[in-house]
């Protein structure tokens, strides 16, 4: 089992930032790959961005050059930069793992609300 912990959401105003960070423990060592993803009220959840244990990373055409992926693992802990944010970023951002047997695993949620 592997437990997922996101931190760092909030409200700012459009234009600003914020960065999550999402700790893992338990089963961890399989861990291949790390993502956000975020479901904004009506909406389908979506990939924000995907970063592998190599660091090769992924991210979705409406964050591109302003979200930043990356992961320290030594301390099992991905971050998502957020620059530049828009009202439509507002969603609650989900921190998820994948290991090399395709299990999936997701963390609470941490609210991110832009204000225009």
């Known amino acids: 089992q592997v437990h997922l912990v996101e931190s760092g959401g909030g409200l700012v105003q459009a234009g600003g930032s914020l960065r999550l960070s999402c700790a893992a423990s338990?089963?961890?060592?399989?861990?291949?790959?790390r993502g956000w993803y975020r479901q904004a009220p009506g909406k389908q959840r979506e990939l924000v961005a995907g970063?592998?244990?190599?660091?090769?990373?992924d991210y979705a055409d409406s964050v591109k050059g302003r979200f930043t992926i990356s992961r320290d693992n030594a301390k099992n802990t991905v971050y998502l930069e957020m620059n530049r944010l828009k009202p439509e970023d507002t969603a609650v951002y989900y921190c998820?793992?994948?290991?090399?047997?395709?299990?999936?695993?997701w963390g609470q949620g941490t609210q991110v609300t832009v204000s225009s």
């Open positions: 998820n793992a994948r290991n090399l047997q395709a299990s999936v695993y």
């Open positions: 338990g089963s961890i060592f399989s861990i291949n790959i």
């Open positions: 970063i592998t244990y190599g660091g090769v990373t």
